[in-house]
Nanobody, 123 residues
Framework: QVQLVESGGGMVQPGGSLRLSCAAS????????MGWYRQPPGKQRELVAS???????NYADSVKGRFTISRDNAQNALYLQMNSLKPEDTAVYYC?????????????????WGQGTQVIVSS
C-alpha cells in the first residue's frame, strides 16, 4: 500500500508565498517522475510542474519564474515553493508520482495521487 500525503496549503494574500510538501510512504521500490497538479474551482485539473528522478523540471507557462519544484529522493518527498502568488493560483493542489512497488516477485509501476491540499490566494 502506497500513500502520498500533501501538506502546506492555506490562505495567503496576493504576492505572498507558500511551500507545499508531499511525502510518499509504503512498500516502495523506487519513485520515478513526480509532479504537482492543481484544479481551480469549476475547472479541470492541470499540470503545474513535474520533476524527474534526476532533477529535470518542467513548468506550466503560468507559473514559470514564480514556482519551484524540488524533490528529496532519500526521503521520497516532493516540494513546491510558490512565490508571488496570484488569485488565479487558487486551487486544490495534488501531488502525484509514478511509483514502482514489489508485487508477488515482480515489480509494477503505477501512478499515485495525494488527497489534495487547498490553496487560496485572496486579499
Amino acid at each position: 500500500q502506497v500513500q502520498l500525503v500533501e501538506s502546506g496549503g492555506g490562505m495567503v494574500q496576493p504576492g505572498g508565498s507558500l511551500r507545499l510538501s508531499c511525502a510518499a510512504s509504503g512498500s516502495i521500490f523506487s519513485v520515478n517522475a513526480m509532479g504537482w497538479y492543481r484544479q481551480p474551482p469549476g475547472k479541470q485539473r492541470e499540470l503545474v510542474a513535474s520533476i524527474s528522478p534526476g532533477g529535470a523540471t518542467n513548468y506550466a507557462d503560468s507559473v514559470k519564474g514564480r514556482f519551484t519544484i524540488s524533490r528529496d529522493n532519500a526521503q521520497n518527498a516532493l516540494y513546491l515553493q510558490m512565490n508571488s502568488l496570484k488569485p488565479e493560483d487558487t486551487a486544490v493542489y495534488y501531488c502525484n508520482a509514478d511509483i514502482t512497488t514489489p508485487s508477488f516477485g515482480s515489480l509494477i509501476t503505477s501512478r499515485y495521487w495525494g488527497q489534495g491540499t487547498q490553496v487560496i490566494v485572496s486579499s
